[in-house]
């Protein structure tokens, strides 16, 4: 059995490569070597073979590719999907997440080669870094909003499939992280995909907010309706 995919294994990865690039920098500072020599070094380094081979994120983007077939499998199908569909949004996913990581790091790349010029520490470089630079909790946000929004587009993509009349209702946690959005759309209850877009337009699709951690679910029941949850938050918010 396959283990559960856990993105802050992906955070962590990212870790590695920025220290990776702060450990160089102190190395190179330290080397004695010129201006010149150390620019040259790091202009001929490969970011893509380093970030996606060396340091093998290209197996944490196949655990991801793995964390979408699990939610795949936990989803409740009520309408028929193409298969074509979800490959394309597995993949287009992944390709934005891979563009992301080279770009973040070839700005680091960039960012050793301005301190150098500019003659920072490694402190203080490390510091710059951490300042501009895309951080591991960024990598888990950026790797859950994908998943998240992956789960969503298949619920979206069922949905144009079903009856029009067919009513879904917004699940997810109840809590003081809990948006006021959400806590409104969660207050409607059951809806159709049209009368969702009408009142927040995208949602089916993108949540209310980046990170959203909830999501339109067909409505089976009236337990799924958390009506006096929603006004206790909504009055204390």
């Known amino acids: 059995m396959a283990a559960s995919f856990d993105p802050d294994k992906f955070g962590n990865a990212w870790s590695k490569v920025q220290d990776h690039f702060t450990t160089l920098y102190g190395k190179l500072e330290k080397s004695g070597a010129s201006r010149e020599k150390i620019i040259r070094k790091l202009t001929d380094i490969d970011v893509e073979r380093l970030v996606m081979v060396e340091f093998r994120l290209n197996g944490e983007l196949e655990a991801v590719m793995t964390g979408y077939l699990q939610e795949l499998k936990k989803m409740r199908a009520f309408a028929e999907i193409n298969e074509n569909i979800i490959k394309s949004l597995m993949t287009t996913d992944v390709t934005l997440v891979k563009s992301k990581l080279i770009e973040a790091g070839n700005t680091i790349k960039s960012t050793m080669i301005q301190s150098v010029i500019g003659g920072l520490s490694e402190e203080a470089f490390a510091l710059r870094l951490e300042a501009i630079g895309f951080q591991p909790h960024q990598a888990n946000a950026l790797v859950n909003e994908n998943l998240r929004r992956f789960s969503r587009s298949v619920t ?57 951690r909830h999501q339109a679910q067909r409505y089976l029941s009236k337990e799924q309706f958390k009506g006096s949850e929603v006004k206790e938050q909504m009055a204390h918010a």
Do not use: K
Not at 156 to 181: H, K, Q
Not at 186 to 211: C, D, I, K, Y
């Open 156 to 212: 979206n993509e069922m949905a144009n499939n079903a009856p029009p009349a067919t009513l879904y209702i917004w699940e997810g946690p109840v809590d003081e992280r809990t948006s006021a959005e959400c806590l409104d759309l969660m207050s409607l209850g059951p809806m159709t995909q049209a009368e969702f877009e009408s009142v927040f337009p995208g949602a089916f699709v993108n949540g209310t907010h980046f990170n959203c």
